[in-house]
């Protein structure tokens, strides 16, 4: 079992920056890739970014790519998503996932909601 917490979201204007915090505990460590994904209000959700647990490997959607940074914290147990040119486009619920025993396992999400 592992438990992931998202924090972070909140409300921005066109051109504004937010860094999510994804806090993990439990069976992280067994986990062998980590990611971030999003939810837009009436769609599926779809990756942002996924990465190797140790790093080095993100591989970017297209329209993020540029703008958004993955990056991790091992001894805080923290993986981070620094979003910068925030566009309206981007505005959904934003999961982290950790892939372990052949499965994602994401968190419960934050909001992020941008302003034209």
């Known amino acids: 079992q592992v438990q992931l917490v998202e924090s972070g979201g909140g409300l921005v204007q066109t051109g504004g920056s937010l860094r999510l915090s994804c806090v993990a505990s439990g069976r992280h460590f067994s986990a062998s890739h980590i990611g971030w994904f999003r939810q837009a209000p009436g769609k599926q959700r779809r990756d942002v970014v996924r990465?190797?647990?140790?790093?080095?490997?993100?591989e970017y959607v297209l329209s993020v790519k540029g703008r958004f940074t993955i990056s991790s914290d091992k001894a805080k147990n923290t993986v981070y998503l620094q979003m910068n040119s925030l566009k309206p486009e981007d505005t959904a619920v934003y999961y982290c996932g950790l892939y372990i025993d052949g499965s994602w396992q994401y968190g419960q999400g934050t909001l992020v909601t941008v302003s034209s």
């Open positions: 990465d190797t647990w140790s790093g080095g490997s993100a």
